[in-house]
Nanobody, 114 residues
Framework: QVQLVESGGGTVQPGGSLRLSCFAS????????MGWYRQTPGKQRDLIAQ???????DYADSVKSRFTISRDNDTNTAYLQMNSLKPEDTGVYYC????????WGQGIQVNVSS
């Protein structure tokens, strides 16, 4: 069982930045595939960034060049650095891990508004 805890959400003006953090439990973190999903009202939860165990990266077209996913294997933490934020980036962001099963964080709200 993997437990995920997100932090770092909040409200920011358009053009601003936020960094989301996701702490993962367990002692096999280096073997976890980590990702971030976003859900907006009335829409499905979509993958926006993913990092494999070999540090392969994958981004949704809508966030390429603005968002960066990373991980710190020493602290069992994944990050999502979000720059040049737009109002359409508003939503609930979920941390995701795959390790012989699918695991989700509780979700964290990000609001981009002037």
């Amino acid at each position: 069982q993997v437990q995920l805890v997100e932090s770092g959400g909040g409200t920011v003006q358009p053009g601003g930045s936020l960094r989301l953090s996701c702490f993962a439990s367990g002692d096999k973190f280096t073997s976890y595939i980590m990702g971030w999903y976003r859900q907006t009202p009335g829409k499905q939860r979509d993958l926006i960034a993913q990092m494999s165990t070999e540090d392969g990266l994958d981004y949704a077209d809508s966030v390429k060049s603005r968002f960066t996913i990373s991980r710190d294997n020493d602290t069992n933490t994944a990050y999502l650095q979000m720059n040049s934020l737009k109002p359409e980036d508003t939503g609930v962001y979920y941390c995701y891990a795959y390790f012989f099963g699918h695991y989700w964080g509780q979700g964290i709200q990000v609001n981009v508004s002037s």
